[in-house]
């Protein structure tokens, strides 16, 4: 689930202590998250999202949290 989170750390040149700073939370906790020992809630994910769509990325939740895609029922 978070290989897609840390890729885009990679892409954008953040560290957890910058998720720790825009979720208000401690890099502890964000390390725990990125580790899959505590989950994503979901107001840090869409925190995460809007934040990097403000660096430049396309992205929503499902793209960044979610392995599978997500099919789009038409």
Known sequence: MN???????VRYGLTAEDLAAWLSI??????NKLNNKRPWTLPEAKTIVDRLNK?????TIESLFF?????AVL
């Open 26 to 31: 401690s890099t502890v906790s964000v390390s």
């Open 67 to 71: 392995d599978a895609p997500v099919k």
């Open 55 to 59: 660096l430049g990325a396309n992205l």
């Open 3 to 9: 290989r897609n989170v840390r890729a885009e750390m």
